[in-house]
């Protein structure tokens, strides 16, 4: 007959770890705990300035993380855990419910999730990026900070209720940082299909705690602001020159004549050239609007470059306005609210995308699932918007626009 464990509560959850958190003070691990706390920090915080550091340290995450991993994830010269001590030598004076938690809980991992779906007040549906595992987690202070498309390291337990619960603070990772991110977990497989072979993945990814710290110290605390350039290495802006149209005929036709102008409608032409990885990338866009030309670019070399190409080859047929340069108000990684911005989005050159512009990128697998990555971005820092009160953008013209599939809203436990 198969005995069943025994379920525990959340009064057995809090007794025993109260009753680890004291094993794991004792004097006698003072010098284990300061070469964990020299493990977890890997040197970094003491690079904060000094306000910070005193902030961070002193800070309630950095204690029960740090805690986290002394107990669960730093082994001792002997190989063991101060969890597997704890167990050990005093499993025998706990209940069956406290005993059973803290072996539930010696077998999980820090593990990697994004944001599936975000219930305010209830909870959230994740997806491990390890496993590929969906889990709904029940947590209401969670699901009020974390949103759709979120990133973040975490330790997660599923109690013999069947209920998947947060077992420590939470990494939460800005979705820039995702390559940084996922380089962590793809580092954490070599890994492990090299050196893992008959262990499990939650022995195995023990001190990944530390790694996790380390990665969201550099991405978020030593964070350097992005300098967004074009391909050419110059700064990207939004530039507009303005024409009088003085022949539209003579003006259509000089443009239909140029290799290096694509039209792309009645009254639309795109500037393309060769890059040096041989893609016929986008550099600005041309467009009739009643009687005068707007020539746009993403630089204001590109401009100058525009105006030089466009003036030989039209002729008389135009004459130069006024010109325009402002900060781009939607770059890719920022917030994006208007459809404008996101049009020509479309048409520009992009680095993240291997010099290609998004319309280009959309006909390669892998460039639509890069594009689903920035797409999901773009859709994250909308969610996060509306968590502040602000009204959020629809994305899913451009979805569609691009070709792309998106990514359907999962249901609520």
């Not at 975490?154 to 939460?172: H, I, Q």
Request: with cysteine; proline share 4%.
């Amino acid at each position: 007959m198969m005995t069943l464990s025994p379920p525990y509560a959340d009064t057995d959850r809090d007794r025993a770890r109260s009753l680890l958190g004291d094993f794991v003070f004792r004097e006698e691990f003072h010098s284990l705990r300061e070469e964990a706390f020299e493990a977890f920090s890997m040197g970094r915080v003491d690079e904060l300035p000094a306000e910070e550091r005193k902030e961070y340290l002193e800070s309630g995450v950095f204690e029960r993380n740090l805690g986290d991993f002394v107990a669960l994830g730093y082994l001792g010269d002997d190989g063991r855990t101060l969890l597997d001590r704890f167990l050990a030598e005093r499993g025998g004076e706990l209940g069956p419910g406290e005993r059973g938690y803290l072996e539930d809980l010696r077998k999980t991992r820090i593990g990697f999730y994004e944001v599936q779906e975000a219930a305010p007040g209830v909870g959230l549906r994740v997806e491990d990026l390890w496993s590929g595992e969906s889990h709904w987690v029940q947590d209401a202070s969670a699901s009020r900070i974390l949103v759709r498309w979120d990133l973040f390291a975490a330790r997660l337990l599923t109690w013999r209720d069947g209920e998947t619960r947060l077992e420590s603070d939470f990494y939460p990772f800005p979705h820039h940082a995702r390559e940084v991110f996922l380089a962590i977990v793809q580092r954490a497989r070599r890994d492990f299909r090299r050196f893992g072979r008959g262990v499990a993945p939650h022995e195995f990814l023990r001190g990944i705690a530390a790694l996790v710290h380390r990665a969201w110290l550099e991405t978020v605390l030593f964070q350097l602001p992005l300098e967004m350039v074009t391909y050419e290495g110059d700064e990207v802006v939004l530039a507009r020159t303005y024409y009088e149209i003085r022949d539209r005929e003579a003006l259509v036709r000089a443009l239909d004549a140029r290799a290096d102008f694509e039209r792309e409608g009645n009254a639309k032409w795109t500037w393309r050239a060769e890059s040096s990885e041989g893609c016929r990338c986008a550099l600005g866009i041309l467009t009739i609007e009643a009687d005068r030309l707007v020539a746009e670019t993403h630089s204001r070399e590109r401009d100058a470059r525009l105006r030089d190409v466009l003036e030989a080859a039209a002729g008389d047929a135009i004459r130069r306005g006024t010109s325009r340069v402002e900060a781009l108000r939607a770059p890719p990684g920022d917030r994006c609210v208007r459809d404008e911005d996101l049009r020509i989005w479309t048409e520009h050159v992009s680095p993240a995308l291997g010099g290609r512009t998004p319309r280009q990128a959309a006909r390669t697998r892998k460039g639509r699932r890069q594009l689903v990555e920035i797409l999901k971005s773009f859709e994250n820092h909308e969610a996060r918007a509306a968590l502040a009160g602000q009204e959020p953008h629809d994305f899913g013209w451009l979805w569609k626009e691009l070709g792309l599939e998106r990514p359907l809203r999962s249901s609520s436990a």
